[in-house]
């Protein structure tokens, strides 16, 4: 005599996450990642606060508030005219920033593929140098003239870098190589361009938010508002497009097309963020790396990359505006001090694990 017994079908939940239903929606969240997100709000709320608190001359947290939410205040002006349109662009810049460097790295399957690296940032700025230095467009163009750069940078890495099919190491040999033929480009315009026009240039292409206003934040904020969803939705897209070739194609994912959308949308906001405020070096490197190692996950966190990309921005101009008062250091001085020591780390670390070898 035999004996079966019914089994209740078993409920399969990848560890450390949790399920939300609605209807017939479901979610499945990391819950690390969401506690890393909470936590990383309220560090760039704090930083905010901070940032609108302190400068020349202190503004009390109160005030603050009442400026925000547009109450009569005695220090209107520098909160909500000097310093609130500033940070607003500081936060955008860092945003996008974030984001951008989260979808390339992702894109090359490389921790050191991120935008200022490869030279999309750098085809920017020698975009928007040579025209000053020739004086191509009004004022007003110049971050539509650095977005072109930006692309035209990134199509000439991966036209470079392909060979049917996009191999890591190569596509970041090839965008150094870019970015350092580039950064000759804008050397060799400043040195031939008007000294008033090349002294306005190098300024900019410090990576500085000072004078930085909502102008500026204008364009950033409708990239944003069209980029911030896109890369959003695209995050199923980005976990395919971080396999290596064979696993991808077994599954059947379009590789070269999610691999070319990515890249693409992180170009446009790296260029955008780089035309409002210039190449503020690293953050595109950091961010991410940062955002992946403290959420543990496979997968570079997209809402992590962007919260720490606004509050790395934030910061450095904070320390940039006060440490040596009067005089003010461009953000991207700040954010090389910390980014430089951090990408040779990154190298060595990159070099031991793959024992020096490359393609």
Known sequence: MSRTATLAPTRLRPAGHTVLRRGRASFLLHRRSVVVAALLTVLLACAVVAYLCVGESFVAPGEVVRV?????????LVVGTLRLPRLVVGLLAGVAFGIA???????ARNPLASPDVIGVTHGAGAATVAALSFNLVAADALPYVSVAGGMAAALLVYVFAWRGGLHSSRFVLVGIGVSVALGSLTQ?????????VAQQAKVWLTGSLNSRGYEEAGPLLVVLAIGVPAAMWAARAQRSASFDDDT??????RLGRVRLGL???GVVLASVATGAVGPVDFVALLAPQIARRLTRTAQTPLLSSALLGALIVVVADLLARRLF????????????V???????W??????????GTSS
């Open 68 to 76: 925000l939410f547009g109450l009569p205040s005695p220090d209107e």
């Open 101 to 107: 460097g989260a979808l390339v790295q992702t894109v």
């Open 188 to 196: 060799l315009l400043l040195t031939k361009g008007d000294y008033l």
């Open 248 to 253: 991808a194609t077994a599954l059947g994912v």
């Open 263 to 265: 890249t693409a949308l």
């Open 325 to 336: 008062s009067p005089i003010e250091l461009p953000t991207g001085v700040l954010t090389a």
């Open 338 to 344: 910390v980014g430089a020591p951090y990408l040779m």
């Open 346 to 355: 990154l190298i060595v670390r990159t070099r031991s694990r793959t024992g």
